[in-house]
Structures are given as C-alpha cells and as structure tokens.
C-alpha cells in the first residue's frame, strides 16, 4: 500500500459528477459546509509532531500486516515541511516491495502547498514528480518522470487556492466540527497526478468509545471519505471509514477501505509532539474480544 493510497484514505472521496440534475444537486447543496480553502488558522499540530500507522491488508478473511507509513511536520521558517516515508514490512516485500516517500511544504499563514515532491519505488514501477505552486498565479510546473535525472518540466493550469494529497490533510484537521451536523458534506478540492480533483467528506457525527488496538480507546469523530477514482486500487462508488480523535488534535486513528481485491485498513501505531494533550482518550485497550485476524480489535 503505498503513502498516496494511504493518504487518499486519510482525506476525502470520489469527485462529484458535475453533470448531476439540478434537484440532486439542491439536496446536496443543503447539506454541504463551505471550506474557505485559501486560508485557515492552525491550531490543530505543531513541529515535530510525528505519527506512525501501520498497514493491513485483508485477503480470504486473514488481516496481513503489510508495512507502515511515518508522517513528520518539521519547522522550515515561513513554512511547515510535511514528510511521509511508507514501506512494505521485509516479510512482504517479496510480494510487493513499497518504498515511497512524500514530501510537502506549507505556506504556515494559508497552510496552501508551495512545493511538493513524490518519489515512488513499487514493485517494479517508479516516479519522480516534483509540483512547485504559483498559488496567485493559479498554475502549477510539475517535473515529473521516472526519475529525477530524466524528469521533464508540464506546467498545468490550477483553480484558485490549490491542494495536494498532504496539505489537504493537514487542513483539514483544523476545520471546526462543531459547526457540522451529521450527513454533512465537506467539498475541497486537490491537484495530483497531472489532474484537479473536486472531492468531499461525509461527516457521520461522533463516536464515544471507539477501540484502537495497542492504543486504547477513544472519543472519535467518524467520517466517511470515499477516494479518487482510481482503478488500480478501488472499486467505483467505494464506501470508507474514518475515525479521527475528537479533541483539539483531529488526528486521524483508524481508516478502512474495500479494494478491488481484499480490504485494506490503517491503525494509529504511535504518535508523538503532538500541539495539544490527547484528551480524546477514554480508557486503555483492555485486550477483550481480541480477534487475530482483525487488527482493530
């Protein structure tokens, strides 16, 4: 599973038909809360924050840890430098071998992307995409390729107020849940593979006793995002859960999805730096209904 997958699964859903009747688009209308996305307070995370999930996935009703993935925020003056490194465990690499990293760089006033660097080794498959965006001047140069030395520069025509796969994350982890009831939908919009992608999340309300195994349990606040259209991976119309801690943090706890083949799920493994205590723990896992093969129980 690899960090884009990954953080897909973290952030939000299909993009909209633009071509839907009018009446379904009145009913979404009504139920959907405007992000402003060229700018937000941050109040949610700090540098050196740093948090680790680990993969799994599930083939013939047997959970397979498959790797894990890292997410740092690092101070870089004016900016904030998010890092995810994501790797396949030895015992799967022979199987598929992951080796990707992520990088984004945060403007800190609009937490709005400035650079962004992907370098992807799986299986066989590499790509060196390199984005640098003129937010103001609603475009973006992507020197993309198989690697860096044979990259070649595109420059690609962006909406106002642009986001990638990361900043979004982190932005959205600042948006304040209160002001949602529950079916809300939430729509941002992204740039990723040489394309802008208009997406949303289905805010499904809270959740007071969620179980994360090794980790304890939690007051959470349960979302449903549903991915990029992506073939390769997930099934159209794809349903996901999400189930971040409910507290001044957001972080995200535990994601899972179907494939096309098998499920996959992500499970907060370790977290540390973060800005606020983590106040949305209720209890310790206390190990009952344990299930083998099932790594959130």
Known sequence: MTILTLA???AFEYPYNPNANTASLAVQEAATYRVEPCSIS????????EMTYKLYYNWNFVWIAAGEVTFKVNDEGGLYHISAVGKTYKSYDPFYKVRDR???YLDKQTLLPVTSVREVQEGKYRLYDKITFDQQGKKAVSLRGK????ATPTEYKLDQCMHDILS????TRNVDFN???TGTNIPVKIFVDKETW???????GREKDKKIKGLGRFRTIQFSPQVIDNDFYFKKGTEMKAWASDDKNKIPLMIESPLWV?????VLKSYKGLKHRLSAKVGEDDGGDEDPNDPDR
Do not use: W
């Not at 690697?147 to 044979?150: E, P, R, T």
């Not at 979004?168 to 932005?171: P, R, S, T």
């Open 102 to 104: 992520y990088d984004t």
């Open 42 to 49: 941050n109040s949610a995370f700090q540098p050196g924050e």
């Open 262 to 266: 098998g499920s996959v799920k992500a």
């Open 147 to 150: 690697s860096k030395d044979i």
């Open 168 to 171: 979004i994350l982190y932005f």
């Open 198 to 204: 208009p997406l949303k999340v289905k805010y499904l």
């Open 8 to 10: 897909m699964l973290m």
């Open 179 to 181: 002001q949602l009831t």
